[in-house]
């Protein structure tokens, strides 16, 4: 039986993206030694997750509340990792949500995430082709990158909206300064539009 098409479920994906997004740039740039980490499933892909019950809550905490910033506001136009080492910025890597449309618009006025989605185009074939493909570029990427060692990590938002305060959010509002430029992928079905780039320095 095929899952349902609704906002909650195609959230989770959402989701399910992030997390591996996030574990595997902390995995493959070492940012925490291997032995934390453990192979999972995520789509059609082994990727690597945390072990750290405190590494994996902060993830999922931010992931959640950023989550939800996207079905209530299309404000949202970047999330960021930062890796780093005392004052220097290696690599900055970003996923940029620019064209997604307000969820809320999607659904019934009461935004029950079990309210189906009737948008031409956008299946569960569609999306899961896109979004294997986006994860699968991400990891292509990370597997060819020289691993730098004492590498730090924060995550960033940047927003038009001035969010609550006690969200203790981390805004992205400098200027990266980096020299290079990679595109890797994009998810571009219906709602869901978002593309991943990195910058970084030469090493």
Known sequence: MELELNVGNVLKLVKEILVGWINSILYYHKVYPEYIFEPFRSLNMVVYRSRSKML??????????????????????????????????????????????????????????????DIDGFTWDEIYKQANAFLFHH?????????????EFKLLITSSLNLNQDENWVYNSKPSHLTNLKALEEVSVGFLNFNAYVEYHDI
């Open 56 to 117: 994996n809550e902060y993830i999922d905490d931010f992931i959640n509340r950023f989550s939800k910033l996207l079905i209530t506001s299309n404000q949202i136009s970047e999330l960021t990792l930062l890796l780093f080492n005392k004052d220097k910025i290696y690599y900055r890597y970003c996923i940029r949500f620019d064209e997604f449309i307000k969820l809320s618009a999607k659904i019934s006025e009461d935004e029950s995430r079990s309210a189906a989605i």
């Open 139 to 151: 990891l292509q990427h990370l597997k060819s990158v020289m691993a730098l060692m004492e590498l």
